[in-house]
């Protein structure tokens, strides 16, 4: 009888595969929680203790890794030498694999795990078998998710697992273990020493897209492991995802992230935001982040960071967009939205800034950074203005800080009554951001005059001021830090504009 050794933390579909084998003539032989699961549900299986003929020692760390195992894992069936050493040794074969790893990535996501808790869910004997079936893949096929139980069932029933199968499954098992000591690594690594030394892992595909940001690119979205991500992402309606509408996702997530308690709402365009505002609905949100420039919304990504209702979904439907992104969608809502059968309609929780690393791509390499976050804290906020700012402008201000970090820079933002009415983005001159901002305000019939300005950096000359203060803006938000603020405060003071400075930079490249 061929045999198969299952021993896995993750038993979704263990017991039928089990008994399929078996069905099939196979010897199953498993370990503790696996091999109690399979007699549970009445399938004859073979303790490891049996085999290796050795008792499992050390609070279970030591009970595959015997010779009985590896040597039946590793043997080419091919050369007579390891035949013999078989056959001298009374080591039985084993066939098939199916393992996963003990919980790691589980375990230390949780609050408030122990150091001795972490190790202890280090996998070793797992891995190692994997290892040793994905080497002599040629003879013993190894299987590491279980969503391939089923085409595993098929292929055997059908008589014989093709080499490039087994390949593959190889390949599977070498990127998931990868993957799992990554994970390890990073875990061990001490965090007041910086950045990692080294940067290890895999990615796994989550889908193949049509193209790339042109037709002539090929692309895939590739997903980690971090929380509050891609991997998160539920397609409730629509055309399949694009390389480019999963680009604008993300800057529509950012765009929404600041707001905890207030329905946020953020119109996206080529990742940068062309409306944004918050309200006290989601259609009241969606009406301010729609006005901010109509014109631009044509075509766009929609964000918001509550739950989208049927009169909110009734307003959209009106206007051509190519994805609507929230948390969650009442049954209503959905249904008004299917009328819109491209439509693609996603559910993302929203990610509020939880700790990590952001990649950036270079050619033959990346830029590694700690994720941004936003910080609310005004605590080292200070107003070096004769005049400081009004409650109403406290508010606008708050708001379009929280705004521009959103925004490409060179980044300005106009807000009124924690909206944008004007949003200047990726400018090369920050005067030009400024200049844009205006200009499509206007352009969209907003009048500037009386609302805030926020800028993601600072001023390097008095200009900026000048030219916020010509359009009749009345208080500005930006970092400070220019060897030139104390021309920029004085020119502020002369206009008659408050001024406000963050003390912290707000760039997105």
């Not at 604008?248 to 080529?270: Q, S, T």
């Not at 938000?477 to 002369?494: L, M």
């Amino acid at each position: 009888m061929p045999r198969a050794l299952l021993s896995v933390s993750d038993k979704r579909g263990i017991v039928p595969f089990a008994q399929g084998l078996v069905k099939l003539g196979w010897d199953i032989i498993s370990t503790g929680g696996t091999a109690a699961a399979l007699k549970a549900a009445g399938v004859p299986v073979q303790s490891v203790e049996s085999v290796t003929r050795f008792p499992e020692m050390l609070d279970g760390r030591v009970k595959t890794l015997h010779p009985m195992v590896h040597g039946a894992l590793l043997a080419r069936r091919d050369n007579p030498v390891h035949l013999r050493a078989l056959a001298e040794h009374e080591i039985t074969p084993i066939e098939l694999v199916a393992v996963n790893l003990y919980p790691f990535r589980a375990t230390i996501a949780q609050p408030d795990v122990s150091f001795e808790d972490a190790i202890e869910n280090i996998d070793i004997g797992g891995p190692s078998m994997l290892r040793s079936a994905a080497k002599n893949h040629e003879f013993v096929l190894p299987v590491v998710e279980p969503s391939d139980y089923t085409e595993v069932l098929t292929l055997l029933r059908a008589g014989e697992v093709p080499l490039e199968v087994r390949r593959a499954y190889a390949a599977k098992v070498f990127a998931h273990t990868a993957d799992y000591d990554g994970a390890i690594a990073g875990y061990l690594t001490p965090r007041d020493e910086g950045l990692p030394a080294r940067l290890g892992g895999s990615l796994e595909r989550m889908a193949s897209l049509r193209y790339g940001e042109n037709p002539q690119q090929r692309a895939a979205l590739y997903a980690t492991e971090e929380p509050r991500g891609i991997r998160d992402l539920t397609q409730r309606q629509g055309k399949e995802l694009s390389f480019n509408n999963i680009l604008d996702l993300d800057g529509a997530m950012a765009a929404i992230a600041p707001w905890r308690n207030r329905p946020a709402c953020a119109v996206i365009k080529h990742t940068t935001p062309c409306g944004l505002a918050v309200g006290n609905s989601a259609l009241d949100a969606w009406h301010k982040a729609r006005a901010t420039d109509p014109q631009s919304a044509f075509g766009g990504v929609v964000a918001f960071n509550t739950v989208v209702d049927r009169a909110t979904a009734e307003e959209m439907v009106e206007l051509f967009l190519e994805v609507i992104v929230a948390p969650s969608f009442h049954d209503e809502a959905l249904k008004v939205l299917a009328s819109k059968k491209n439509l693609r309609v996603i559910e993302l929780p929203v990610s509020h800034g939880e700790q990590g690393l952001d990649y950036k791509c270079v050619r033959g390499g990346f830029l590694v950074q700690d994720r941004f976050q936003f910080d609310p804290s005004e605590e080292a906020w200070r107003v070096p203005t004769v005049r400081h700012p009004t409650e109403a402008e406290w508010s606008d201000l708050r708001f379009g800080w929280a705004g521009v970090a959103s925004v490409k820079s060179n980044a300005i933002l106009l807000a009124r009554k924690e909206a944008a009415i004007g949003i200047g983005a990726g400018q090369m001159s920050r005067v030009d951001a400024s200049f844009l901002a205006v200009h499509k305000a206007r352009q969209q019939g907003h009048d500037p005059r009386g609302s805030v300005l926020a800028s993601d950096g600072f001023f390097p000359f008095p200009d900026g001021v000048e030219a916020a203060a010509d359009a009749g803006i009345t208080a500005i938000i930006q970092p400070g830090g220019s060897v030139k603020d104390d021309d920029v405060i004085a020119a502020a003071d002369r206009l008659g504009l408050a001024m406000v400075l963050t003390g912290s930079r707000q760039f997105r490249h």
